[in-house]
Antibody
Framework: EVQLVESGGGLVQPGGSLRLSCAAS????????MNWVRQAPGKGLEWLSY????????YYADSVKGRFTISRDNSKNSLYLEMTSLRAEDTAVYYC????????????WGQGTLVTVSS | DIQMTQSPSTLSASVGDRVTITCRAS??????LAWYQQKPGKAPKFLIH???TLEGGVPSRFSGSGSGTEFTLTISSLQPDDFATYYC?????????FGQGTKVEIK
């Protein structure tokens, strides 16, 4: 069974940094492209970033470009999101989502981790 | 960026009703559209890709159609488990974007 488990969320001050992790199991992690998607409280879904199999192909939404960095460690079956210069509007539940063959849609999601940016 | 607009934002319906949600793209996305269902406090559940291809395990009362800029998600006979928020998402080009969501609530 595919499992994606996010961790690393919490309360951080504006301007601060946080690193999210997503532990994958139940499938061969190195064979799948991965993504981060977030959802602000009471709002819709926002795709943030994509990373290819080896980490060489990476894309970001404009809202996080230059502040967030996606990475992966295939030896640890893990996906990461390094977030810097955090703003109040980054407050959201952050989901990792598995791609299907670099398709761009997301058949599998983690349960999410909440990031709150507040002083 | 391609903007996705769903209508209506909220839909009140009864069990057994036929329900249709519309998703419009600001430019042509061919058939590169997915649909998701989300219940409060839960991660989205993947329903449909390529505008009309039902994911395995999704009940056949769900169907999708459309191409270009206009798409629909139809639930042929609404069941109690279907009350949720539905999102469309294009994957034609980066950045991938979602519609704002349609909440299907009990009438």
């Amino acid at each position: 069974e595919v499992q994606l488990v996010e961790s690393g969320g919490g309360l951080v001050q504006p301007g601060g940094s946080l690193r999210l992790s997503c532990a994958a199991s139940g499938f061969t992690f190195s064979n799948y492209e991965m993504n981060w998607v977030r959802q602000a409280p009471g709002k819709g879904l926002e795709w943030l970033s994509y990373i290819g199999l080896s980490g060489s192909n990476i894309y970001y939404a404009d809202s996080v470009k230059g502040r967030f960095t996606i990475s992966r460690d295939n030896s640890k079956n893990s996906l990461y999101l390094e977030m810097t210069s955090l703003r109040a509007e980054d407050t959201a539940v952050y989901y990792c989502a598995r791609d299907r063959g670099a398709s761009g849609y997301f058949p599998n999601w983690g349960q999410g981790t909440l990031v709150t940016v507040s002083s | 960026d391609i903007q996705m607009t769903q209508s209506p934002s909220t839909l009140s319906a009864s069990v057994g009703d036929r329900v249709t949600i519309t998703c419009r793209a600001s430019q042509s996305i061919n058939v590169w559209l997915a649909w998701y269902q989300q219940k409060p406090g839960k991660a989205p559940k993947f329903l449909i890709h390529k505008a009309s291809t039902l994911e395995g395990g999704v009940p056949s009362r769900f169907s999708g159609s459309g191409s270009g800029t206009e798409f629909t998600l139809t639930i042929s006979s609404l069941q109690p488990d279907d009350f949720a928020t539905y999102y469309c998402q294009h994957y034609n080009s980066y950045p991938w974007t979602f519609g704002q969501g349609t909440k299907v609530e009990i009438k």
